[in-house]
């Protein structure tokens, strides 16, 4: 299972999908709420979840693409149970509180760290920064 906003696709967020698979055999994508990258990023995400939604449904590498929950964000590891949470290596919200909940839960789930992608090139903000300032 990975996690993320996947705003606009490319090449950090192909390779933290593919590294993923490479997990397991299954991939199931939590895409982040509207409302959830507004409250973390402090922005609107400049891609809808339902538009970010479909593009992961049509991924090749993606076997399961959902919306995140809209409260409890770890609701969705109860309902899907995956063997492994792949997490990128940039990712810090809510993730700190994992271990407690997997424990708590009594789930016996991995955590596996994605290594970046040349980071400063293909990070999200990194590319928006750059989109504005060609603007």
């Given at each position: 299972?990975?996690?993320?906003?996947?705003?606009?696709?490319?090449?950090?967020?192909?390779?933290?999908?593919?590294?993923?698979?490479?997990?397991g055999d299954q991939v199931i994508a939590v895409v982040a709420r509207d409302l959830t990258v507004k409250q973390i990023k402090k922005k609107e995400p400049e891609i809808s979840e339902k538009k970010r939604l479909n593009a992961l449904k049509n991924h090749p590498l993606i076997d399961k693409a959902i919306l995140g929950e809209k409260s409890d964000k770890f609701k969705v590891i109860l309902k899907h149970k995956p063997d492994i949470l792949a997490l990128g290596y940039d990712q810090f919200v809510f993730t700190f509180l994992l271990p407690k909940?997997?424990?708590?839960?009594k789930l016996n789930i991995e955590i596996k760290r994605i290594d970046p992608y040349n980071p400063q090139i293909f990070k999200s903000s990194v590319l928006r920064a750059k989109k504005e300032q060609n603007a």
């Open positions: 299972m990975i996690f993320g906003t996947f705003d606009n696709l490319h090449a950090g967020h192909e390779f933290f999908i593919k590294e993923a698979k490479k997990l909940f997997l424990i708590k839960n």
